[in-house]
DNA sequence: CCAAGTCGGTGCGCTGGCGTACACACCCGG
DNA sequence: CCGGGTGTGTACGCCAGCGCACCGACTTGG
């Protein structure tokens, strides 16, 4: 069960721009007062890192023994933009939400992180500092790494580096994505695709997401979202009560999103695709009718 | 003068969605027919690439040397999306907009390349697949490499790899950005910004880009365009005249964009701006009062 | 010089999302 | 059990940009 869902994290006082557009409220400010960082004993399913896992065993047993599991909590700013880079987070059940900064508007949603890709590549590109808010948007366990040592790590470590270039590859191309789909798509479509996204990265049907904590990813009016979600909820595809969004129909939500979705996949599974990188020119298509997220269906 | 106006290079055949909305239209097809790649004499400007003048002296002067110079034609198409990434483009005086495949919509501008980066950093990741469309919006010089000698080049010379990696930072940064902008700006000041960005890399006050290009890149109706440029011309901050764009006021045309452009080009300069990379531990940390993040607040 | 093509300007009705405001339902703590 | 906070539903006027259509000015080629 989820008992992390922080109690009332205190409000958020960037009142940078007064005439902004729908800056985050209330319930998403900063780190969560208490709980922020817990090692739990993961009593959970076993979920791991798709990019951890895909290292040569020595290698990935090595970073393992370096990492710290930590708690992320829902709301929880891990880094705001022009941080510095100090640690990288490995979601496993956790994930993180990249956040244009709301420079005189609204925010929005570039980017997904869970236990697909990771927090932070910008070390990769040797570059120590943030571009982007990240949210933690998923409450969970996530593996982290200090800086340094995950310099050292990229360093010593071929494959490491490998894994990461191509995701920061695959990350390129999920903005890109996001800038013709805000632009083109209609919100019933963009919301379908964000819940799917978020429906991967959860490792569960259900998931506490808030009209308003929407409205900021998608930025656009919470009203609007309510409109969006509402149709979803009508054709029987999701179901939602107070915050708990539950995935009714994901094939039928597959139906309903922009085809952003299905390319996002695709070119994730095309560079760091199951079939581990012995053979380059995988070019995966993925059989199973829809399935990406969990190990087994 | 520009001589180099494609006379009249053939439409496009890509009727992939018909629905489609805006789809690159006449002038600005494939290839253009005749003068596709010429080594130019160069006899103007002497400009240089900003990515290659950074490298130390023997390093530049050998990646120079293996550069074929060719002359970029307005409206060539140099990657479609998914193409192998078979050369790389340093662009001097020409310069090549990035665009989102327009996958049942209109296509998008999401970046631009003059002669401050390159085109095909893909390769730098190890992936040799271009994401984007490269289409050439300036006409003029680049530098054209074969992509096994870029890779060897990467190899051989850390700088290389050191710049490029950071200017993949921006490049993720300017789509970021760009998808914000696209979200949250009005038609006018997108225009100013997109006007300014050609600017600056048209090393020109004038430059040939018609209405109905624009739309193209901006992703917006024709008329649409008319009517911003309309607006930016009556504020005697351009002027035009069938498809040469003259730039008369530009600090107005500053104050007339989204605050976008002075993002991009901060972010350029604090990653690859004149200050040699010869302190790496640089960390602007900007005192910035309302920062909420750290670790603590 | 004319014909055809290109480029830009204008009008009209439409719609998706905006800003605002209010109302109700649920939840939790006192 | 009540009151305040939170999450959701609904309504209304507004506007930027859309799709379409048409026209005139300019350019180019025969």
């Not at 709301?75 to 993180?96: H, K, M, N, R, W």
């Not at 236990?115 to 998923?138: H, I, P």
């Not at 909820?233 to 179901?239: A, D, E, F, P, T």
């Amino acid at each position: 069960m989820f008992a992390s869902r922080p109690t009332s994290p205190r409000r958020v006082d960037t009142v940078v721009n007064s005439q902004a557009v729908r800056q985050l409220p209330r319930d998403h400010g900063r780190a969560a007062p208490a709980p922020t960082e817990i090692c739990v004993p993961h009593g959970k399913r076993p979920i791991s890192n798709r990019l951890l896992s895909a290292l040569p065993r020595r290698d990935r047993e090595r970073v393992l023994s370096r990492c710290a599991e930590v708690e992320l909590v829902f709301g929880q700013v891990l880094y705001e933009q022009g941080d510095a880079v100090t640690q990288v987070y490995f979601p496993l059940d956790s994930f993180i939400s990249l956040l244009t900064p709301g420079e005189g508007h609204a925010s929005l949603e570039v980017g997904l992180v869970g236990n697909e890709g990771m927090l932070g590549v910008s070390l990769v590109l040797g570059v120590d500092a943030t571009s982007m808010r990240g949210l933690v948007q998923g409450t969970g366990t996530a593996l982290r790494l200090d800086a340094q040592i995950f310099q050292e790590e990229l360093e010593r470590c071929g494959q490491l580096r490998w894994h990461l270039n191509r995701y920061i590859y695959v990350l390129m191309n999920q903005f890109a994505q996001s800038t013709a789909c805000t632009r083109f798509h209609v919100l019933v479509a963009r919301l379908a695709r964000w819940l799917l996204m978020t429906h991967d990265r959860a490792h569960a049907d259900q998931f506490h997401v808030t009209h308003e904590f929407l409205s900021y990813m998608l930025g656009v009016r919470r009203v609007g979202v309510t409109n969006a979600a509402g149709m979803l909820q009508r054709q029987g595809l999701i179901s939602y009560r107070r915050g708990d969004i539950t995935v009714l129909d994901r094939p039928g939500l597959e139906a309903a999103a922009c085809s952003c979705y299905r390319e996002d996949i695709t070119i994730y599974e095309r560079m760091l695709g199951p079939p581990p990188p012995a053979s380059l020119a995988t070019r995966r298509q993925l059989p199973r009718e829809l399935r990406v997220s969990g190990e087994r269906a």
